[in-house]
């Protein structure tokens, strides 16, 4: 070919090249038609209804600030006995999910924590008696019908609201009022253990825990009853005294068997760890049996990658997420988790969560295992200094998900999908050498942009947030308690 031949080519495609690029743009700018978002699930989210409550608890803070501690010692101990007596009451014999005690001790709980947050000297007590007043109904709750609301209720107003409780005396208090550790019930185990941070740790066990990302905080608040966890870990030890390692479902790169230094090392707000009672009668049969569960993961893992399942669908354990793994798990080994299973009714949640792909709204969500009375709790972490950054995380979402059932949708730049599109399909390459994309395997492109957005519109509410909170903590002198600061979240989230 000569050389003025090759210059026309060369020019021809200096011609040609912009137009393909453009038509190759646009190409992949086309959307693919929206299937129609599934029905939510039944029922309704639960609802406190207590506005005028929590302004006269904090009424009841501010007046304890006032008078000073002195004033406040005789209320404070004779509330903490008074609970004491309650849950010592509760601890034996056989009481129903209406027990009238079930309702004075919260409201001594709920009345006491003002003024314990005014005076923290006795926030260890009452973080104490908190959590023996949970696992005392958490055993009471085993001859429940966990199908019935009246009971999943009952149980989320003890286990969820006393936690709220104390975490709101938590964020009044100087560094140092709390330990950041809090142990709950002596289960006995006798699968192979290890100690971990001075708690022994079981083959078999399971840790709930709250990530710090805005999809965490969208985890543990979205579902009828708003929680504190986003992710379930199962703990595997081979042998007795050998390090513990983490069976896990993530949403990068499916099931994977991760060391007690990694798990620990991806930031957490919160763990909590579960145990198996001893007394269930598939362990009285086999106290191997969680060992056995844990050990089936980790045979599954080595034999073929296990996707991580964005449909949320327990049923199907040919993909598994992170509840999941943990409830195919022992349902293989004959005990079935998650005796109330959770449920997502609200059309504008749903809505936003079929974006990224769910398709089943009554599911296993990571809080809702805390209610499970077959399950004990057996010790807690909080970040303490964390805690104010995951109520104010809470708080945003439930501003958003507000706005998500008045219909905002959670939307993406049209430009942005051929970019989307292209990042699928490396990921695709990726996944293909066993190595990790930028979009999850399993979600598609549309999903991860919704997620992009998310993250994005949460950020700037967050940030707006933190803003109006730092103005209502000059003007009043203690930070803004939750129903403030959902309040405050709302302003922020209508601001331009």
């Known amino acids: 070919m000569s050389a003025a031949a090759r210059r026309g080519r060369a020019r021809r495609w200096l011609v040609l090249a912009p137009g393909l690029l453009v038509a190759g743009f646009l190409v992949l700018a086309i959307p693919l038609p929206e299937a129609p978002s599934p029905a939510p699930a039944g029922g309704a989210p639960f609802a406190w209804r207590q506005d005028a409550r929590w302004h006269e608890l904090e009424a009841r803070f501010v007046a304890a600030r006032a008078a000073g501690c002195l004033t406040q010692t005789q209320a404070i101990e004779a509330g903490l006995s008074t609970l004491m007596a309650l849950t010592d009451a509760l601890a034996p014999g056989t009481a129903g999910a209406d027990d009238p005690r079930l309702d004075a001790a919260e409201r001594v709980l709920f009345e006491t924590a003002p003024l ?126 050998d390090p513990p390692r983490l069976l896990e479902a993530h949403i990068e790169r499916g099931v994977a068997i991760a060391s007690g230094r990694e798990y620990l090392g991806d930031a957490k707000f919160r763990i909590l760890l579960l145990r198996p009672r001893a007394d269930l009668p598939a362990l009285a049969r086999d106290p191997l049996l969680p060992h056995r569960a844990a050990m089936r993961v980790v045979a599954e893992t080595r034999t073929r990658h296990i996707p991580y399942d964005f449909a949320m669908d327990f049923t199907d354990p040919g993909r598994l997420f992170c509840s999941e793994v943990a409830s195919w798990a022992y349902r293989e080994e004959g005990v079935t988790l998650w ?149 405050l979240a709302r302003t922020a989230s209508t601001t331009p």
């Open 116 to 241: 314990v947050a005014a005076c923290p000297a006795h926030l260890p007590e009452l973080a104490r008696l908190q959590a023996r007043l949970r696992d005392a109904v958490k055993r009471q709750s085993r001859g429940w019908d966990m199908s019935s609301r009246a009971v999943r209720d009952r149980l989320y107003r003890v286990l969820y609201g006393g936690r709220t409780a104390v975490e709101e005396a938590i964020l009044q208090a100087p560094p140092g009022a709390l330990l950041p550790f809090l142990p709950g019930e002596v289960v006995t185990s006798r699968t192979p253990g290890t100690e971990v941070r001075g708690v022994m740790v079981h083959s078999g066990d399971l840790l709930l825990s709250r990530g710090t990302a805005p999809t965490s905080a969208l985890i543990a608040r979205g579902n009828d009853y708003p929680g504190n966890f986003s992710h379930v870990a199962m703990l595997v030890v081979e042998r007795e005294g």
């Open 339 to 487: 005796m109330g299973l959770s449920h997502i009714s609200s059309p504008g949640l749903a809505r936003w969560l079929a974006g990224f792909g769910v398709t089943h709204f009554e599911t296993q969500e990571p809080s809702d295992l805390e209610a499970d009375p077959q399950l004990a709790v057996v010790a807690e972490w909080r970040d303490l200094e964390g805690l104010w950054q995951d109520h104010v995380d809470n708080a945003v979402v439930e501003a958003m998900l507000a706005g998500a059932e008045e219909g905002q949708p959670l939307d993406y730049p049209w430009y942005l999908l051929p970019a989307g599109r292209v990042a699928k399909a490396w990921s695709a390459v990726c996944d293909a050498f066993g190595r990790v994309g930028p979009v999850p395997q399993g979600m598609t492109a549309p999903g991860a942009l919704r997620n992009r957005t998310f993250s994005l519109r949460h950020a700037a509410i967050k940030e707006r947030t933190r803003t109006l909170a730092a103005q209502f903590e000059a003007q009043h002198g203690y930070r803004p308690p939750y129903w403030q600061l959902v309040r």
